[in-house]
């Protein structure tokens, strides 16, 4: 007796029933029971009922595979393979091995074989050609008919039509003697009289066994340059076009032979032409029409025009520009000049060269001042100097020994000179050092001639004590 059917509401209280058995189960043992069948290895669950796959694994169980990325037509065993069916090859096994079984790409009974992933060969029957043998030949091409004789394409055959007298495979094969006329187109038959048979002598135009074929010797086309073709019976003549010459018209006539170009113009040779490049002033189509490079009125606004060896020059006025004068020159503004500020590698470029030329000026005065005391070290006394009746020079110098003075700038005014009057040594005063070194200018007085006379200050060299000096009155 066969079961009674379960209804649809009690197949859902079932599995809820189940499911409450495995949540309750899975609370007591301490871990959550995952849904039935789900892979214990490549599975796992958080909650009970649930089935988690690791990574390289899916499906409901988590039983399938994972296939590697982009394999087409292959399987797995282990995630990330690639195992190629039956007839491919690859990495994602998308490559046909068997291109031949799949696709089927010879035609008209034509054998395939693979030779590769995803390329075959294809082996033809008699009568077909190309790479998928589409093409049937055409045994007819060859004309393998002979002696005037037609032929008509069979598939994989040809079959010739003999004419009266020919019979074969190819109409090769005579049956005929000079009796029964067999030379066509005015053809003479001589018997051969060893071996049988005839032979036929053609007429001009004519060829063939049988001077069934009339000479075509314009089908070679042999004329160049566009030449016309002509035969005429025993040649072909050519008809060349203007400019042309030859027996094939290969030869292109040399227009300038004749020197056509006049006053120093160059000839320039073209195809039953020529062109004449004139000199300056000549014009026309052979050079010979005086022509003024300024006759046309090339420059604009006033400008005057000059003839030149090369054409036509403009002498533009003031404002205007351009080989024919054409452009006007726009005067700057006052105040475009300042509109835009000086940029700041000009200015830096400025500080730089007005920096360098204070540092050169700088260094010249250092070496002349360094090159000056250098030289006043070599004449100079150990004495110190003083200014006496507001004297401007400080610098001493030497006369003759053992004299020694200071230029007074300011007696320089007076013209006249006074004479000169001894100095005794008691006028002088000695320093802390026991030596005689100057006067005072208190004894100006009684060394001059005048009381308003002014007195250079007077010096003695140390170890010149006992001498007497002279002092010049101004």
């Known amino acids: 007796m066969a079961p009674a059917a379960v209804s649809e509401p009690m197949k859902r209280k079932r599995v809820q029933s189940a499911s409450a058995l ?19 290895s490549h599975g796992f669950c958080e909650v009970p009922g649930e089935c988690k796959c690791r990574m390289g694994w899916q499906g409901r169980l988590c039983d399938e595979c994972v296939r590697y990325p982009g394999c087409l037509h292959g399987s797995c065993s282990q995630p990330f393979e690639c195992t190629c069916q039956e007839g491919w090859g ?29 390329s075959y060969s294809c082996n033809c029957r008699p009568g077909f050609t ?12 060859s004309n393998p008919c002979r002696n005037g004789g037609s032929c008509n394409d069979l598939e994989n055959d040809y079959k010739c039509v003999c004419p009266r007298g020919f019979y074969g495979k190819n109409c090769d094969i005579s049956a005929m003697t000079c009796a029964d006329g ?17 032979v036929c002598r053609c007429p001009v135009n004519y060829h063939g ?13 042999p004329c160049l340059n566009g030449g016309h073709c002509l035969d005429v019976g025993r040649n072909a003549i050519c008809k060349c076009r203007q400019g042309f010459t030859g027996a094939r018209c290969e030869i292109n006539i040399d227009d300038c032979a004749s020197n056509p170009c006049a006053n120093g113009g160059t000839c320039v040779d073209s195809i039953n032409t020529y062109t004449c490049s004139c000199t300056l002033g000549y014009g026309g189509k052979d050079c010979t029409q005086r022509v003024d490079a300024c006759s046309s009125r090339p420059c604009l606004n006033g400008a005057t025009c000059y003839t030149h060896f090369s054409g036509h020059v403009c002498q533009c006025p003031m404002g205007y520009m ?13 105040a475009s000049y300042y509109a835009d500020p000086p940029s700041n590698v000009a200015l830096a470029a400025c500080l730089g060269v007005i920096t360098f030329c204070l540092l050169a000026c700088g260094l010249v005065l250092l070496m ?23 004297l401007k020079e400080k610098e001493p110098f030497l006369i003759s020994p053992p004299h020694f003075k200071m230029p007074n700038q300011d007696c320089l005014r007076e013209k006249s000179r006074s004479k000169q009057k001894l100095l005794p040594t008691s006028d002088m005063e000695e320093d802390r050092d026991g030596r005689r070194t100057k006067t005072d200018s208190r004894n100006c007085n009684a060394l001059g001639k005048h009381q308003d006379a002014l007195c250079h200050s007077i010096y003695l060299l140390p170890g010149s004590s006992e001498q007497c000096v002279f002092a010049t009155e101004v």
């Open 22 to 40: 495995v949540h309750i189960a899975g609370s007591r043992l301490g871990s959550a029971i995952c849904l039935p069948g789900c892979s214990e």
């Open 209 to 221: 066994s049988n001077c069934e074929k009339k000479i075509d010797r314009c089908t070679n086309n």
């Open 182 to 198: 067999p030379c066509f187109n005015g053809g003479t038959c001589v018997e051969k009289s060893i071996v049988g048979g005839y």
């Open 130 to 141: 190309g790479t998928n043998c589409e093409i049937e030949s055409n045994e007819c091409a």
């Open 90 to 118: 690859g990495l994602f096994c998308n490559q046909d091995l068997n291109y031949c079984t799949n696709h089927k790409p010879c035609r008209n009974g034509a054998s395939c074989t693979n030779t590769g992933q995803g």
């Open 368 to 390: 002349r001042s360094i090159k000056k005391g250098l030289k006043d070290q070599k004449g100079i006394v150990t004495n110190d100097l003083e200014h006496k009746n507001n």
């Open 322 to 334: 351009g080989s024919r004068c054409e452009f006007r020159v726009q005067e700057p503004t006052s």
